[in-house]
């Protein structure tokens, strides 16, 4: 019975200090957050956050292409350059050199 007054007793005189009261209240959250996982989970959410922020900008960028390029495409001659450059072909009053191998 003495013990448990005792404990009892240092218990209240623990509790008479605040800062080690406001110490051990601070620790007990931070083992809290860091046990349940909620801050990895935070930073997680924050990483994933700049990954979509970054890609939502590479996206961006390359709809600013593709649209210049659409813009383009409604153009005779680009077309015409295009089906020369790319399918080798040739216009009406091109000249055409055939060389053997």
């Not at 623990?14 to 989970?41: D, H």
């Not at 390359?62 to 790319?86: G, L, P």
Request: charged share 20%; proline share 2%.
């Amino acid at each position: 019975m003495d013990q448990l007054r005792n404990m009892a007793f240092a218990i209240q005189r623990w509790l008479s200090q605040p800062q080690k009261v406001f110490f051990t209240c601070v620790m007990v959250l931070i083992a809290t957050l860091f046990l349940n996982g909620t801050l990895w989970k935070l930073w997680g959410l924050y990483r994933d956050q700049n990954t979509i922020v970054s890609q939502s900008l590479e996206a961006k960028a390359q709809m600013r292409v593709i649209d210049k390029q659409i813009s383009q495409a409604t153009d005779t001659t680009f077309i015409e350059r295009q089906a020369r450059d790319k399918m080798d072909l040739v216009g009406d009053h091109d000249l055409i050199f055939v060389f053997p191998e």
